[in-house]
């Protein structure tokens, strides 16, 4: 059974860095997409990068390009968001995901049956 742990959030201030990771098992991820969403209070989850296991593919939410990176560890079966020059605006749970794509865009949640429990980033201005 595929399992997500993520960690390393917390509470930064503005312009702040932060590294998240997200350690999956339970499988081989050969094929799947590995993927990073934010959900903040009151609003909608929304996507924010992910990276096919294989070849290292990296797609990024247009707002977030520049000053968030995806990377992956296919020694330690662990994903990474990298974050920089943090905001307010980026406050929110953020979930690691993964699944094969099966023809959706990997920015779409709906392209994910696996979830990881989340972790919060609090940026204080």
């Known amino acids: 059974q595929v399992q997500l742990v993520e960690s390393g959030g917390g509470l930064v201030q503005a312009g702040d860095s932060l590294r998240l990771s997200c350690a999956a098992s339970?499988?081989?991820?050969?094929?799947?997409?590995m993927a990073w969403f934010r959900q903040a209070p009151g609003k909608e989850r929304e996507f924010v990068a992910a990276?096919?296991?294989?070849?290292?593919?990296?797609y990024y939410a247009d707002s977030l390009k520049g000053r968030f990176t995806i990377s992956r560890d296919k020694a330690k079966n662990t994903v990474y968001l990298q974050m920089n020059s943090l905001k307010p605006e980026d406050t929110a749970v953020y979930y690691c995901?993964?699944?094969?794509?099966?023809?959706?865009?990997?920015?779409?949640?709906?392209?994910?049956?696996?979830w990881g429990q989340g972790t919060q980033v609090t940026v204080s201005s």
């Open positions: 995901a993964t699944d094969q794509p099966y023809g959706r865009r990997p920015t779409e949640s709906l392209a994910y049956d696996y």
């Open positions: 339970g499988r081989t991820f050969s094929g799947y997409t």
């Open positions: 990276i096919t296991w294989s070849a290292g593919s990296t």
